[in-house]
């Protein structure tokens, strides 16, 4: 909670940091994920916006904002602290060799995160435009999974509404049917669409653009993080990130440590998520008949890696044979921006 609103001032640059005056109003996509938030508005084809989720706090003083204001950072001031929000968050805590905060965890509002809501609607606001009141947005949640559902239900609420304030028609869609609506398009939107995200993987199996099977796994590049973090002991998980980022490449065999602390986390991640998919079909006794086998299409940061689609693909012919007939599984075009391109076309869809 920020203690005196009225003493809470904003470094705002006009010009290019302030993305959201820039952008056309109309259908708009908002994927909000535990590591970046991103926005499509259809302004260019696969054009998205993207801010980190994440933000540092540092004790106000003259100093430090002189240096703030000098880098031309975006940040927000409260009587006790400076709050460096969203992109510049990277530097900054680099620069002061600490983990940033983040307001999400595990795809959901951090309830042990005090700022959680605050720097959220910071964040939103630097990427949406103000809308008028009908504009349809559609925005990104995560499917049921552990640790979810009742969370689930407060996240969807406090961030609709919030959206409504900003002049928007706000909806909730689950993330892996945006990945089915941003790459399926040709196949009808009939496929299983996966996103590997920071906080979570979600999945949805979709038939003519209807979410038949959804769900979520509490494993993703955080986890991966952290648990090769420990593993190593090793001090902060920045640094584990930032070379998992840079130079890993699954197709080689890992001859340092830490490459092979990463290769087991990556596949504890896609057996997991593997394993769950084949037990969602095993148990869902009322999936409509297809005619022709089902392509699969991975998203999200954690699929980025060299050799993850290979890898994927292998360990899912790996366990004998699956419940249903794969025709072919591939990367989206981007999968950076593929969960709010999709949220764009649900919003899109909706405008004509
Ligand atoms: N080039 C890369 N190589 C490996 N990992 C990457 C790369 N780029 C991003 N990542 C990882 O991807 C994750 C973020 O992915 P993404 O932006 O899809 O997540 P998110 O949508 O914010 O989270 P979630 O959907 O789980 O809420 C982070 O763990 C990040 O370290
Ligand atoms: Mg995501």
Known sequence: MLEEKNQVTSNKPEGSKNEAANVKTGAVGLDIGTSRIVMADGSSQRDARSQLNAFVAVPSSEMAENVLKHKNMVYERN???????????????????????????????????????????????????????????????????????????????????????????????????????????????????????????????????????????????????????????????TKVRIEKEESLDLSRQPKTDLERALHIYYEDVMQTLIERLRAEFRASSQLPKIDRPMPIVLAGGTAKPAGFLQKFESMLRAGGEFPIEISDVRMAKDPLTATAHGCYIAALSETK
């Open 79 to 237: 009587c006790k602290n400076l709050y460096v929000y969203g992109n510049d968050s990277n530097f900054f805590a680099s620069f002061l060799n600490v983990d940033a905060r983040r307001p999400m965890r595990d795809g959901l509002l951090n309830a042990q995160e005090e700022m959680s809501n605050h720097i959220m609607q910071l964040i939103i606001q630097r990427l949406v435009p103000r809308g008028r009141g009908k504009e349809m947005l559609y925005f990104s949640v995560p499917g049921k999974g552990e640790g979810v559902n009742g969370k689930l239900v407060y996240h969807e609420a406090m961030l609709r509404n919030f959206l409504q304030t900003l002049g928007y028609n706000a909806r909730a869609i689950n993330e892996g049917q945006a990945v089915v609506f941003s790459e399926l398009q040709e196949e009808n939107f009939t496929g299983i669409g996966i996103s590997f995200g920071g906080g979570m993987c979600n999945v949805s199996v979709s038939f003519m653009s209807m979410p038949m099977i959804t769900f979520s796994i509490p494993k993703g590049g955080d986890y991966i993080d952290r648990n090769v973090t420990e593993v190593l002991g090793e001090g902060n998980a």
